[in-house]
């Protein structure tokens, strides 16, 4: 396996949302790389086991990556769509073609909902399994994602537009833990015993739902798919999955994955295709139970007012945001600084977390925005396996036009540019990284999810005043708070109406914490205990007794 030098400090500095036990993957052995590299016929034996100098080795890509899965994955087996039809992946760091995939549509999402629904028939294989068993099940998924983890982060970084070091050191990471976590639920879901008037012995059984559609974002094509996934089967459903038809790859190796773990056919389908025939169709299936998807309000709307009108399946929905980054003039600057750059450009800003209206007070403006225009400076724009880069892609034209179009929006509104705005390079589709200062409330840059590289910098003077500006929006995903005053701090995180509020600190998400919004961020909340609560129901069962003792 390749490896380059990356100090502690430097590695900190790329990627901020690391705590310690991060760093400490970072000293890794060769043979696991190794091993990804043989599975996939990556690279010549002597760079294989080059290791470059220093404290700490990072991997690099693998330089010759087979596209071995394109086809759909329907009861363990691997199938042509239906109708014949492909559609093309491309690779937002040089606008070509990676190769074509199967094109799913409602022929194919109908056998894969028949397999998923003979696969949870009362006395399946899966039906019948041992809790516990279904839990190691999911921890060999997740060592399979350890083996792997090269590849799979090297085919992120080319379908995504990645960082590679972002794709192997955070969203492969977060995926091994929350197929990990997961799995340690699988036998501690249970109900409770009641006790009731009369001569009755009640109980409660925390029951699957059945069969569910899961449809996935472009943005952690990875992560998300183990976010949808693991809460899923930990409970006993089956699944019929919806890749992105941006970021279909990922995904489809998971199939192979899923396989070789063991899992029973038909537990786990993956239909790649776009969202307007294969993902309207899982909205709207009449035999499926339960549907979770991540994306866009407009697009959850239509999910919603779907499940509406076909069977009233369960939605859970992950939607847009635009999140309030509250710095207070007594914070600690630099730090606050640091955390709201990471805050907005961690993956190009194409993040639902992105704090993209930052509120700073007014006695600290002028410096917070001189410093967050030279720390924007200092981006490394490029190709995203390179290690050294630290600013990749947009994912595709279609955004790519969207965010130039808001930065000339804001321009013409009267906000100033500070820096960038511009695209970058002759291939791809980068932009710089930008920053404007003298936004106001009724900008468009500072009321619509840009969902790229842009940095709103707002004043505001009280407590009051920013607590009304930052509720004023119909979104309600997460918020922030830098202050040293505990009080003010509370008083903040009380008042906001978001999912999840940060105190002096952004994007620290983990796997043991419920994730999800308010308003039209979205219902239902993924991860943590929290998250089985949305994939099982509760079924009360009441026994007639001869006689009741307490």
Known sequence: MYCIALSANRFQRMFP??????????????????????????????????????????????????????????????????????????????????????????????????????????????????????????????????????????????????????????????????????AGWSDKIQGRTIPVDGDYLTFTRHEPIGVCGQI???????????????????????VVIKPAEQTPLTALYMGALIKEAGFPPGVVNIVPGLGRTAGAVIASHLDIDKVAFTGSTEIGKRIQEAAGKSNLKR?????????????????????????????????????????????VEESIYKEFICKSIARAQKHVIGNPLNGTVTHGPQIDKKQYDKILGLIESGKKEGAKLECGGLPWGDKGFFIQPTVFSEVTDEMRIAKEEIFGPVQQIIKFKTVDEVIKRANNTHYGLVAAVFTKDINKAFTVASALQVGTVWVNCYNAMHVQSPFGGFKMSGNGREMGEYGLQEYTEIKTITIKIPQKNS
């Open 216 to 238: 996935l974002p472009w943005n952690f094509p990875l992560l998300m798919f183990t976010w949808k996934l693991a809460p899923a089967l930990c409970c006993g459903n089956t």
């Open 315 to 359: 939605v859970t929905l992950e939607l847009g945001a635009k999140n309030p980054n509250i710095i207070f003039a007594d914070a600690d600057l630099d730090f606050a600084i640091e955390q709201a750059h990471h805050g907005l450009f961690f993956n190009q800003g194409q993040c639902c977390l992105a704090g993209s209206r930052i509120f």
């Open 17 to 182: 949302v690391f705590n310690n036990s991060c760093l400490n993957t970072l000293r890794l052995t060769a043979r696991a790389g190794t091993q990804a590299n043989q599975r996939n016929m990556s690279a010549p034996t002597a760079a294989r086991e080059a290791t470059a100098p220093g404290p700490l080795s990072a991997p690099v890509p693998l330089t010759e990556l087979e596209i071995r899965y394109t086809k759909i994955f329907i009861n363990n087996e691997w199938h042509e769509s239906s109708s014949g039809k492909q559609f093309a992946t491309w690779n937002p760091a040089t606008g070509e073609k990676i190769c074509d995939v199967e094109e799913g549509d409602k022929v194919d999402v109908d056998k894969a909902v028949i397999s998923a629904r003979e696969a949870f028939q009362i006395g399946s294989a899966w039906r019948r399994m041992d809790a516990s068993a279904r839990g190691r099940l999911l921890n060999k998924l997740a060592d399979l994602l350890e083996r792997d983890r090269v590849v799979l982060s090297t085919i992120e970084s080319i379908d995504a537009g990645k960082l590679f070091l972002q794709a192997y050191f955070v969203d492969l990471d977060g995926a091994i833990k929350t197929l990990r976590y997961y």
